[in-house]
């Protein structure tokens, strides 16, 4: 049998979000494991095969200078975008291999600080590009938009400040401040961000009550008027961890007055009934949240789960995915109701193995969970560690990765 190439390959995401709070697509780390030669034409064959019109559009990001070499070599027109990291061109051979793949019309992306932009004659090589933004860069940036809005609440006069670092249209990372992200999507119009200040986002709504999103609640009441199936109406459900917890929190509570406890969302939804169901939407909906900085930050968690829940081996019960689901969606409900992970989870009747692996990371679904947070962070020797302690295959974990990105991140789109 002829090895994956799946099998030799150490990957990593991470999300790219446009100005509308929405994903603009997925950047994908890719580095050979250990010493292994990748055959990158087998690579991409198997994204073109994965890949559909209803995939986000991804962004490969090599992490060794062969593997990039081997990329653009082998790439055909068409295939994803290609990162290049801006250092690696200091190599005559791979600038002649960008300037070959950009005459054979590759999409490819510069890599690097905002501070060593390439000259321009490099520069024209590339679509695109993700800037890192360095502290300095951030605080020019601020000052930036601090002038721009001081200006607008005077008539127009704005007092001497540093120009605003950013270039339109380009994509950026290390946004760290929920300020500098609304500058960089809203003011300077940047294309994406990769990754999101989540914590800074939470943090600066921290006196807000924490309420599910008005948009998934619309979305279940109008599948509910459509009469769908209540696999629809679980999938929807599970697209908001504090939709989730409350609707786990309603249907345990004495108001329903159920003689056992619910322990899942479908259980719930079979023991409440449409009826009930939509009248507990519809006084969800005056209190739900709107504001679009929480979108990311929801569907990031919805994307752990997604991971989460498919690296389990295929020949796993349904049952027995949904409660894994369950752990990987609630285990950041901290995050969003600021009080211990453990206190949250013990008033509900969940299964100890939810419990164990969100709260304690132990259990059966620890492992799963364990590798769907290595996995956004991109560390590839985290990834390589879970992998021997927990005896999971490389190609196993990537192609549970690359099912979740090409098959299910639509839906979030």
Known sequence: MVQSVLGSLVLGYRPLWNAARRLAGVQLYV?????AQVDAAHLLRTLQELWSAHSPPLLLSPRSP???????????????????????????????QARAAHARGLRLVWQGPLQQLPPPETAALFDNSLLHLSSADAVRALQASAAIREGSATGGARPAAPPDPLLPGQMYEGVASRTLLAHCLDTSRALAVAGWPMEDVLHSLRHRAATPSQEVVQKLLKAIDAEQSIDSFEEILGEDPLLAYRFLTYTNSAALGLRTGVDSLRRGLVMMGYGSLS??????????????????????????????????DAGEGKELRREVYLSGLLSQLDEL???????????????????????????PYAPSLEMACALEGGEPQAVLQ?????????????????RVLSERVGALR
Do not use: K
């Open 386 to 402: 879970l992998c021997e302690a927990h005896e999971l295959s490389l190609e196993h974990v990537n192609r549970a990765l690359m």
């Open 31 to 35: 580095q050979p494991a250990g010493g």
């Open 66 to 96: 062969q593997l990039l070499g081997e990329l653009l070599e082998h790439a055909p027109c068409g295939a994803p975008w290609i990162g290049v990291a801006g250092s690696w061109l200091a190599d005559a051979q791979v600038l002649a």
């Open 279 to 312: 009248r507990w939407l519809a006084e969800q909906l005056p209190h739900a949240a709107t504001e679009p900085d929480l979108r990311p930050v929801r569907q990031f968690m919805v994307l752990r789960a997604l991971v989460t829940e498919h690296l389990l």
């Open 337 to 363: 109701l600021r009080e211990p992970l453990g206190a949250i989870l013990r008033r509900l009747p969940l299964s100890e193995r939810v419990y164990n692996a969100a709260v304690l990371r132990t259990g």
